[in-house]
T-cell receptor
Framework: AQSVSQHNHHVILSEAASLELGCNYS??????LFWYVQYPGQHLQLLLK????DPLVKGIKGFEAEFIKSKFSFNLRKPSVQWSDTAEYFC???????????WGLGTSLAVNP | NAGVTQTPKFRILKIGQSMTLQCTQD?????MYWYRQDPGMGLKLIYY???????DKGEVPNGYNVSRSTTEDFPLRLELAAPSQTSVYFC???????????FGQGTRLTVV
């Protein structure tokens, strides 16, 4: 069965620290990849997505992610986090002809000022 | 454009009561989804629809029902509410298969 694994469940950083959140998926064919963010008390919003082309994808608010096909990974990065990045981050994958997104369990990020 | 609108935002139900969570979209998307979100459990798909008149079960459909009579509306019905249905419910839409999902603001439901 297709699955998505997010390695870090809780991350605590200080402002200006660098961030990398891991996401791995299990599917050998064509995938569409997404990172969503959920700020406290709000709904999920799209951070960035990868469908094809350049494997380094830039999203909103300075986030980027790199698709490494050989590692089945789509890690999220930000060079310098801010307190306002405190949120929950979800990786999601749409694989093959699947009509549904497969979701990771999420990573809770707390950034201390 | 409003995007995806969910009502109500909050609701407290007693065990055994029923209710309908409303979801309306003005994005003309064919795909619509209902998820529930529980702490530390991520998003679980309850039901989804690929167009008016077509619905299908997701991972956790028990205790819920849906209908899709129009492109715009995708209500979720809870019959005989149970404490296990205490959760935050999100409706989402997608233009087509393999595209990003757009979410509503959510409904926080408590069953007591």
């Amino acid at each position: 069965a297709q699955s998505v694994s997010q390695h870090n469940h809780h991350v605590i950083l200080s402002e200006a620290a660098s961030l990398e959140l891991g996401c791995n998926y299990s599917y050998g064919g064509t995938v569409n990849l997404f990172w969503y963010v959920q700020y406290p008390g709000q709904h999920l919003q799209l951070l960035l997505k990868y469908f094809s082309g350049d494997p380094l994808v830039k999203g909103i608010k300075g986030f980027e992610a790199e698709f490494i096909k050989s590692k089945f990974s789509f890690n999220l990065r930000k060079p310098s986090v801010q307190w306002s990045d405190t949120a929950e981050y979800f990786c999601a994958v749409n694989a093959g002809n699947n009509r549904k997104l497969i979701w990771g369990l999420g990573t809770s990020l707390a950034v201390n000022p | 454009n409003a995007g995806v609108t969910q009502t109500p935002k909050f609701r407290i139900l007693k065990i055994g009561q029923s209710m309908t969570l409303q979801c309306t979209q003005d994005m003309n998307h064919n795909y619509m989804y209902w998820y529930r979100q529980d702490p530390g459990m991520g998003l679980k798909l309850i039901y989804y629809s690929v167009g008016a008149g077509i619905t299908d079960k997701g991972e956790v459909p028990n205790g819920y029902n849906v209908s899709r009579s129009t492109t715009e509306d995708f209500p979720l019905r809870l019959e005989l509410a149970a404490p296990s249905q205490t959760s935050v419910y999100f409706c989402a839409t997608g233009e087509r298969m393999n595209t990003e999902a757009f979410f509503g603001q959510g409904t926080r439901l408590t069953v007591v």
